[in-house]
């Protein structure tokens, strides 16, 4: 029986399939959070076959939906003792502004709020197993036009690189908050830049931003690669002193100025709690 039980979202493909493998070969009791279940058993026989890990399991969980989430939280905590990883991979970036089940802008939603409930969720276990969270953030945290106010761009032109840059930006205060708020119960977060990735991530937008991935793909590295800074913040000893840091690859580095606005990160943690009051949490 494995002894490291693992949460990851986005387990499917890329990254993440990567990193669920990786972490099977090396013992874990992996747990897949995924949209599409057929995809998922699909991974999930892969990966048992690879890695002769049988305890590989797959739950439903559509990060655009807070019940989704919820009902996936509630499945691991009547079936988990503990999680000792949670690894929040899942995201998205969109061409157009749409709306989540609950209303909220999609990019925001997938890649901020989904992951601030499913924790929120899950703190007993997380508390119990003494997890580390790894959020996988970018350096498109850099380039920003944060309105903190107006989290589901309803008030301004919506713009698909500056939504993905913003939500990768809250990763980082999402860290910083988990490291702050629960270090002393001994919860650990990092959040990471794995590298640019040459996956079919950000296909569907065209303009300029098509015509930068086109121009930067032979300088991406693979997912296997990619995967290696998850498995290494996962598995790594004597790291817990660093949580609540932004690393690249396998180093910590410092974010940009904005990353550090304190008066910011608590106003998105204020107002994502309120976001997901009514699923009492």
């Not at 997890?131 to 989290?151: F, G, P």
């Not at 698909?160 to 001994?186: D, E, P, Q, V």
Request: charged share 20%; proline share 2%.
């Amino acid at each position: 029986m494995p002894f490291i039980t693992t949460v990851i979202t986005g387990a499917t493909s890329g990254i993440g399939r990567e990193t669920a493998l990786a972490l099977a070969k090396k013992g874990h009791a992996v747990y897949m959070l995924v949209r599409n279940i057929e995809k998922g058993e699909e991974v999930k026989e892969e990966i048992i076959s690879v890695s002769k890990n049988k305890s590989v399991y797959v739950i439903h969980c559509d990060l655009a939906d807070l019940q989704s989430i919820r009902n996936a939280a509630d499945i691991l905590r009547s079936s988990l003792l503990g999680i000792n990883v949670l690894i929040n991979n899942g995201g998205g970036i969109f061409a157009k502004r749409e709306e989540s089940v609950n209303g909220h802008e999609m990019t925001f939603a997938v890649n901020h709020l989904g992951h601030f409930m499913l924790v929120q969720c899950l703190l007993p276990l997380l508390e119990r197993g003494q997890a580390r969270i790894i959020n996988v953030s970018s350096e498109a945290h850099r380039y920003t036009d944060v309105k903190i106010n107006d989290l589901d761009w309803r008030t301004r032109p919506y713009s698909a690189w500056k939504a993905y840059g913003n939500a990768k930006l809250f990763n980082i205060y999402f860290t910083r908050s988990l490291a702050t708020k629960y270090g002393t119960k001994g919860i650990s977060a990092f959040a990471v830049h794995p590298g640019l990735v040459n996956t079919s991530f950000g296909s569907e937008i065209g303009g300029l931003g098509k015509l930068l991935l086109w121009l930067t793909r032979p300088f991406m590295i693979t997912a296997e690669t990619s995967a290696l800074a998850l498995v290494y913040l996962a598995t790594a000893q004597r790291i817990d002193s660093k949580s609540g840091q932004y690393f690249k690859g396998r180093h910590p580095v410092n974010p940009s100025a904005k990353a550090v606005d304190e008066k910011c990160r608590q106003k998105l943690w204020d107002l994502s709690l309120d976001m997901i009051k009514s699923f009492n949490v």
